[in-house]
């Protein structure tokens, strides 16, 4: 399954929208602050895709998860973040976070409203954190099938579709085939973006 990243601003923010957002990083390069769970997250990939395809200058601020994050967002400590849909939800539909766009190919059911990075205008930015179960190769091939016909049997309950659709998840279930070519794929995906903004651990 996948969760979108939904791009939110503190209410200090005045942009409306992510046109706004970008004219206001260009008329101050470097002085908008973004968030993230930390360095390589997703968070920090869909703001470094965000700034190629703006051609603006924002600041990573790396924070140990997304709570801790989320407090100085609130707070007007920082800017901006590209959280996931299940940890800003809450704060969005309260009114103490602004949602300008999700980064997922459809808008969300959960924020309707909310267009999607390519309707803003940067198609460029999709991106999305999602989650598979890996075994060690060394399991035996019957025992891999078998755990995900379970897997596929949880997935398929519509109590686990209701829950899930709640926190803006989406359910994706794949072969075993099509999540190993599809895990190849966002790992050079995400290989280009490290490279070209010579992201590291250390920083």
Known sequence: GSVPNVLVVGNSVPAQSVAELVALAK?????????????????HIAAEMFKDAAGIQITHVPYKGSAAALVDLVSGQVQMSFDTMPSVIGQIKAGKLRALAVTSPQRNPQLPQVPTMAEAGLPAVEISAWYGIYMPASTPKAVVQKVHDEVNKVIAMPETKTRLDAVGAELRPMSQAEFAAFHMAEYQRFGDIIRKNNIRLDQ
């Open 27 to 43: 008329k101050n390069p470097g002085q908008i602050n973004f968030a993230s769970s930390g360095t390589g997250s997703t968070q």
